[in-house]
């Protein structure tokens, strides 16, 4: 029987609450699109570069395990971060993080036990299923209301589509990240900053013409920027070091906790509609977790 233990619960749950904030920020500046993601990146790495020598260096593996860990995973961040501003340009904030978060758990728990051979307990099983079932309810809500219902008929709503490209993303590289911390001893801040170090070549290219726009962006988002280039990388670097502790098929679902604090976000703060269907998915998710804790 595999369980959760108390610190891998509270790394995640930390990780939760720091992952729905920068989302939050995500959202609000999704429009600037890539030379916002330049800085978050390029602020990232310098301010979390200084944290490394004090929380274990590289790690204790080989420096080519390193190397090729966080390139790897840095190509995937790409992508999912490319999916996900997309998403948040194109649909509701609920709608697209409640979906990716409920694909997400999905594809990574099964891919860490066909992978990773992990067997989880009946029981965390079962929490895993109620989680999942809570987000995905969270992320279809929108889909009787006017907006969706136009999507609808033309084709899947772009909420969902770009909620389930995120998802299939956050699968990659949480199986991938998980498989290099473990097998090449990398140290998870150091591991983040060499991902987002990967990141900011594939951020100046994609930037093109736009580079001009990097100036008045910092000038006039640099509290957001700051905001998100802490809160990003923390929120994974707390996942990282859970997943050291603990198995990758209980860390995936638990962290979606951070769905029910964006939920509430978008009821009382957004103003999305259907609240009371909203709380209750969100009160679902929190019993799968409490199942998945005991």
Request: hydrophobic content about 55%.
């Amino acid at each position: 029987m595999v369980l959760m233990s108390a610190v891998a619960f509270a790394l995640v749950l930390s990780a939760a609450v720091a992952h729905a904030s920068w989302n939050i920020i995500a959202h609000k500046v999704s429009r600037i699109g890539m030379p916002f993601l330049w800085w978050a990146a390029l602020v990232a790495t310098v301010l979390w570069a200084f944290v490394v020598p004090f929380t274990g260096g590289l790690g204790t593996g080989e420096l080519g395990g390193f190397v090729l860990g966080v390139s790897v995973s840095g190509v995937l961040h790409v992508v999912y971060m490319f999916v996900l501003q997309r998403g948040y340009a194109r649909g509701r904030l609920s709608t697209v993080y409640a979906t990716a978060r409920g694909t997400g758990p999905i594809l990574s728990t099964v891919a860490a036990v066909l992978l990773l051979g992990e067997r989880p307990s009946p029981l965390a099983i079962v929490g895993v299923a109620v989680i999942v079932g809570g987000v995905v309810s969270v992320g279809l809500i929108d889909r009787g209301t006017s907006s969706a219902g136009v999507a609808a008929r033309r084709g899947m709503d772009p909420a969902l589509f770009y909620g389930l490209l995120t998802g299939v993303a956050i699968a990659a590289y949480t199986i991938w990240d998980a498989h290099a911390i473990r097998t090449w001893e990398i140290s998870p801040v150091a591991f983040m900053v060499g991902c987002t170090l990967v990141e900011l070549p594939f951020y100046s290219i994609a930037l093109g013409k736009r580079v001009r726009e990097l100036p008045s962006v910092i000038k006039n988002y640099w509290p957001q920027v700051l905001a998100f280039g802490v809160l990003s990388p923390l929120s994974y670097i707390l996942v990282l070091t859970a997943i050291t502790i603990a198995p990758v098929s209980l860390v995936a679902p638990m962290r979606e906790i951070s769905v029910v604090l964006v939920s509430l976000f978008g009821v009382f703060a957004l103003r999305d509609g259907r609240a009371a269907w909203r709380i209750g998915a969100s009160v679902v998710v929190v019993g799968g977790i409490v199942l998945l804790a005991v």
